[in-house]
C-alpha cells in the first residue's frame, strides 16, 4: 500500500503563487496531460448542488419530500414514476440544459489546447462538451443527464432527453408530471432511467465503450512521454475511477508527474510525493492563474 501524506504535511512552505508556478512549468514541458474531472470541478464552475442554488429552484420538493440538496435527492424513493420524473427533469434541466459553460472549463481548455490531451470524468453534466474540448477524447465514465435509458437495462440503447425534460418542466404541478409523459421503454415497456450510473443496471452503450478503448489507447501511447496526470475535484466518492489510477500511473511511469487540486482532499502518498504537487484550493482561483 502507498502510505498517505496528510494534507497538513503537503508542502507548505511554498506559497500559492510557487504551486501555480511549479504546475505552470510541468505543463510547459509535458508532452502529454490526462485531465481527470470529479464533481468538484462541476462545483467550481458554479453548478453547487446545494445552497442556494438548491434551495431556490426546489422550494416545492424541500417542503414536499424534506430534500437537503441535489446528491442526496436523486436517491430519494419516490412513490410514483410522476413525482419521480418531475424532480429529474427540473434537475437534469438545471444541470445539464440550463447552465451555462463554465469558465473554469473554458480556462482549462485554453491550458491544454496547444498539449496532446484526453479527459476522464465522473461528471455528467457535459460541461467539457459544451467548453469545445474534442468529443473524441472524453470518458464520461458514469453516464450523461442528457441521455435516458431502460431502467432493467434490458437493451444497450441509449435515448436522448431534452424535448422531454423541457416539457416535464413545463408542465409539472405539485411535485408530479402528468402519466401521459411518463417514458416507457420501447423494448420492454417498462419503466426509464437517466443514464447515470447508480446500480447494476447502468447502461454502457457502443460510444461508451469507443471512449473507453480510445482512452487506454491514449495512455499505452504517452508512456515513455513526460506527462501530467491533472486531477480536479475527486475525492473519495467513486476513487477507483481516477484518484487510485492517477497515483498508479504516477508510480509506475519514469516520465509521469501528478497534480492534484482539491479543496478537501489534495492529500498525496508518500511514494510519489517528490512527483506530486498537491494544491488545496479552489479550482476557480488556480485553473485562470494557470494560463499565461
Avoid at 50 to 68: C, E, L, P, S
Avoid at 178 to 188: H, M, T, Y
Amino acid at each position: 500500500m502507498l502510505r498517505i501524506i496528510s494534507k497538513n504535511q503537503i508542502k507548505f512552505h511554498l506559497t500559492i503563487e510557487e504551486q501555480i508556478e511549479n504546475v505552470r512549468e510541468a505543463c510547459r514541458k509535458a508532452d502529454a496531460i490526462v485531465i481527470g474531472a470529479g464533481a468538484g470541478l462541476s462545483n467550481a464552475a458554479g453548478l453547487s448542488y446545494a445552497g442556494k442554488r438548491f434551495d431556490d429552484n426546489f422550494k416545492d420538493f424541500i417542503y414536499k419530500y424534506g430534500m437537503t440538496d441535489m446528491y442526496t435527492a436523486g436517491f430519494y424513493p419516490f412513490e410514483t414514476q410522476e413525482e419521480k420524473w418531475a424532480y429529474w427533469s427540473r434537475h437534469i434541466l438545471m444541470n445539464r440544459y440550463s447552465a451555462p459553460v463554465g469558465k473554469v472549463y473554458t480556462d482549462l481548455l485554453k491550458l491544454v489546447k496547444n498539449k496532446d490531451h484526453f479527459v476522464i470524468t465522473t461528471n455528467v453534466d457535459h460541461q467539457f462538451y459544451k467548453a469545445g474540448f474534442d468529443s473524441e477524447r472524453i470518458w464520461a465514465v458514469q453516464g450523461d443527464y442528457g441521455k435516458i435509458q431502460c431502467a432493467r437495462g434490458c437493451h444497450n440503447k441509449l435515448y436522448d432527453n431534452e424535448e422531454m425534460v423541457k416539457s416535464m418542466v413545463r408542465n409539472q404541478h405539485n411535485c408530479k408530471i402528468p402519466g401521459d409523459i411518463v417514458p416507457r421503454c420501447p423494448v420492454c415497456h417498462g419503466n426509464m432511467e437517466v443514464n447515470i450510473r447508480k446500480d447494476m443496471f447502468f447502461v454502457q452503450d457502443d460510444k461508451w465503450y469507443r471512449s473507453e478503448e480510445r482512452y487506454y489507447e491514449f495512455l499505452n501511447q504517452i508512456e515513455n512521454s513526460n506527462v501530467v496526470f491533472m486531477e480536479l475535484g475527486v475525492g473519495y466518492n467513486t476513487p477507483s475511477i481516477i484518484r487510485f489510477p492517477f497515483e498508479k500511473y504516477t508510480c509506475n511511469l519514469d516520465n509521469a508527474q501528478l497534480i492534484r487540486i482539491n479543496m478537501s482532499s489534495p492529500e498525496v502518498p508518500v511514494k510519489i510525493r517528490e512527483r506530486s504537487i498537491s494544491i488545496g484550493d479552489d479550482i476557480g482561483n488556480i485553473i485562470p492563474r494557470l494560463i499565461d
